[in-house]
């Protein structure tokens, strides 16, 4: 027996729209009682994290409540973001035919059984009814085709009810993400259950991982506004060398009492007053770093930055930029129920330490005037394909800032030995400028007909179109209306009576009715907004542009890297 998931024309990875298409290919050695076949289409955020002892500072996390459970325990919560089930097996064919067992064989070979999937906009575990749908055992929310041998037929599926018990918020699925062991993850997976009647039998099972990348948000308008990190400096002034004095000895010489109370030489060598003629004056300059309002990145694209160099004092000293870093700062606050945790990384954007721009543009400049750094230095360096785009799960969520850091000279940057003049020696200082939020987007624009309706309804959830049931009309007006007689809890109202139907002409029934009803039962809740977009849009790519890179699960195939008690 060998069971395998073969996806047609799989994507680097999979985004929000896309239909996710596939074979399952079960090979038999000999005939088989299968039940059901049942492919579902999952996804999971993960988190998993120490209860802290709240007398120990030291301890990791962060405890916002009553603790979970004994300190030093792990604690997890699992989030079920995307949950589709599709049963592939007994077809039509099959299930037209009576089984006594609720099996139907297979003969030995290989058998293919095709799944389409389509993946959805939003998170389905913050929807309620969707997850109070989910769960049962062959018949009651499980798939089945009957009884089966011992009434032990059906595939179990996911209990939703477990996830009612969580915190939830209604945001787009978030990227795949890894390499925080044991704390946390998102993986994207397709199931397959072979369901085989019997109590020594037990049922097969096999998974693919897949990498899944969101589409990006509508982007806002582009205004001209931009946002900025500014900081002025000033070098420390600097004066002429004295001439060197001759000592006579190696030890000083003591001031003879009564001379004059002290060493002329000390005296002598004293730095002299800023206000001094010989002192040279220092340059003071303001650089500022500006980026489009609202700052929002895009995944594998360069940063858009614009340095500004502006003159604050009247001096002709030069001032160099001899290097330059670029730092993205990504914040991955991790949350298990009442604890949470904060996770630092840091990329390395663009880093060179070997330069030598002058910020003014000639020694007469007047005060005031503005110099722009030619990007040259970031404008070919893109994000690295591992940054994910910024997300909110219901347990885990990532943010970022942007970090840059300025090497500023006064003179010529040194490239061989120190000299001794000291209007030589350069004098170098540091400067950091920092941006608290940025957004950084995937690059995945989405449909034009999502923007649109995005504009009119979102955030709010609407539903279709349905006319409120009005209630029954009464010829008395409510003010003088007679109080109606208590219905029992466990009796159902009385019906209106029908008016009279000739026995030869039968009142048609519309689609989706059953006999004696007059109106479509509307029990269940309508399809979100979301939803029903999803059935009726294209997915955002059309097969002529490209998918862009993205890494941030290094092998969606890998194990899990939680602990066992995950869920």
């Known amino acids: 027996m060998s069971i395998r998931i073969a996806l047609d024309h799989q994507p680097e990875f999979y985004t929000n729209l896309d239909h996710v298409k596939g074979r399952v290919i079960l090979g038999l050695n000999r005939a088989e009682q299968v039940g059901s076949i049942v492919v579902k289409l999952e996804g999971e955020s993960v988190t998993a994290l120490q209860v802290p002892n709240p007398y120990e500072a030291e301890m990791p996390g962060r405890l916002a409540g009553p603790l979970p459970g004994p300190p030093g325990s792990v604690v997890g919560e699992n989030h079920k973001i995307l949950y589709k089930v599709q049963q592939v097996f007994p077809d039509e064919y099959h299930s037209s035919t009576s089984s006594p067992y609720g099996a139907f064989p297979l003969q030995p070979g290989e058998h293919e059984f095709p799944f389409k999937f389509k993946l959805a906009i939003n998170n389905a575990c913050s929807d309620p009814m969707a997850m109070s749908r989910i769960g049962g055992l062959g018949g009651v929310g499980g798939f089945a085709s009957g009884g089966g041998l011992f009434g032990m037929g059906g595939v179990r599926v996911m209990d939703g009810s477990k996830q009612l018990f969580l915190k939830h918020v209604t945001r787009t699925l978030p990227p795949s993400l890894t390499g925080y062991p044991m704390e946390a993850e998102i993986r994207y997976y397709i199931k397959v259950t072979v369901q085989r009647p019997g109590f020594l039998k037990e049922n097969w099972r096999y ?13 806002p308008a582009v205004t001209g506004q931009e946002a900025f990190a500014r ?31 002290g060493d002329k030489s000390a005296a002598g060598d004293a730095a ?46 030069q001032v160099h930029l001899v290097s330059f870093q670029m730092d993205l700062i990504g914040i991955t606050e991790v949350r298990s129920h009442n604890i949470f945790n904060k996770k630092i990384n840091r990329w390395v954007v663009v880093a060179n330490a070997e330069l030598n721009i002058p910020l003014t543009s000639s020694p007469q400049d007047p005060v005031g005037k503005e110099l722009v750094v030619p990007d040259e230095l970031w404008k070919n360096k893109p994000l690295p394909n591992t940054v994910a785009p910024s997300f909110a799960a219901c347990n885990l969520s990532r943010r970022y800032e942007l970090e840059i850091k300025l090497g500023l000279s006064w003179g010529k940057p040194m490239t061989g030995l120190p000299s001794k003049d000291p209007l030589a020696q350069a004098q170098t200082i540091f400067l950091p400028l920092h941006f608290t939020q940025v957004e950084v987007y995937s690059g995945i624009t989405p449909p034009p007909e999502l923007v649109e309706a995005s504009r009119i309804t979102w955030p709010g959830r609407a539903t279709v179109n349905i006319p409120p049931r009005l209630p029954p009309r009464t010829s008395i007006s409510g003010a003088s209306a007679p109080a109606r007689p208590p219905q029992p809890q466990n009796q159902a109202p009385p019906m209106p009576p029908h008016p009279p139907q000739d026995p030869l002409y039968p009142p048609q029934l519309a689609p989706g009715l059953a006999p004696g009803q007059s109106a479509p039962p509307y029990d269940e809740a309508p399809p979100s907004y979301d939803e029903a977009m999803a059935e009726n849009l294209s997915g955002p790519f059309d097969g002529l542009r490209p998918r862009p890179a993205y890494s941030g699960v290094t092998n969606e195939n890998a194990p899990s890297q939680m602990p066992p008690g995950k869920s």
């Open 207 to 219: 998974q693919i991982g897949f990498k899944f990348l969101p589409i990006e948000p509508p982007r």
């Open 231 to 261: 900081r002025p400096f000033t070098f420390r002034p600097r004066s002429p060398m004295q001439p060197e004095r001759k000592r006579s000895s190696f030890f000083p010489r003591k001031a003879e009492a009564g001379g004059g109370g």
């Open 272 to 317: 002299p007053s800023l206000d001094s003629p010989n002192v040279v004056p220092a340059p003071s300059m303001e650089m500022s770093a500006r980026l489009p309002h609202p700052p929002v990145f895009t995944c594998n694209q360069p940063v858009p930055l614009r340095l500004i160099a502006k003159k604050v004092v009247n001096c002709p000293e």
